[in-house]
């Protein structure tokens, strides 16, 4: 019965900073990873960011390397997304997920095996 709640999406203008939150319940075991996925209209589920729990160890979408920046807090069970100078490329819904095994690539969606409902973020130019 794990459940994933992100919160925080909105409408910003270009340029502009937004911070995604997702909380984390009913883990019995802590994940090897959490990450974030959006996915635009007409487009593929896309890979954002993902950090190993344990480590805390970020990896990051060539696209947005150096200007997002994604954390965990290990003893709240939350992971955030810290997203500056937005495009309107980034607007998407963007999708909080947990891995509970390693996976071989952390950008592998299907590797993640917990999601949350999705927040919006919206970027005018």
């Known amino acids: 019965q794990v459940q994933l709640v992100e919160s925080g999406g909105g409408l910003v203008q270009a340029g502009e900073s937004l911070r995604l939150s997702c909380a984390a319940s009913?883990?019995?075991?802590?994940?090897?990873?959490m990450a974030w996925f959006r996915q635009a209209p007409e487009k593929e589920r896309e890979f954002v960011a993902a950090?190993?729990?344990?480590?805390?160890?970020?990896f990051y979408a060539t696209s947005v390397k150096g200007r997002f920046t994604i954390s965990r807090d290990k003893a709240g069970n939350t992971v955030a997304l810290q997203m500056n100078s937005l495009k309107p490329e980034d607007t998407a819904v963007y999708y909080c997920?947990?891995?509970?095994?390693?996976?071989?690539?952390?950008?592998?969606?299907?590797?993640?095996?917990?999601w949350g409902q999705g927040t919006q973020v919206t970027v005018s130019s």
């Open positions: 997920a947990a891995a509970r095994g390693r996976p071989k690539y952390y950008s592998d969606s299907y590797k993640y095996d917990d």
């Open positions: 009913g883990l019995t075991f802590s994940p090897f990873a």
């Open positions: 950090i190993n729990w344990s480590l805390g160890i970020p």
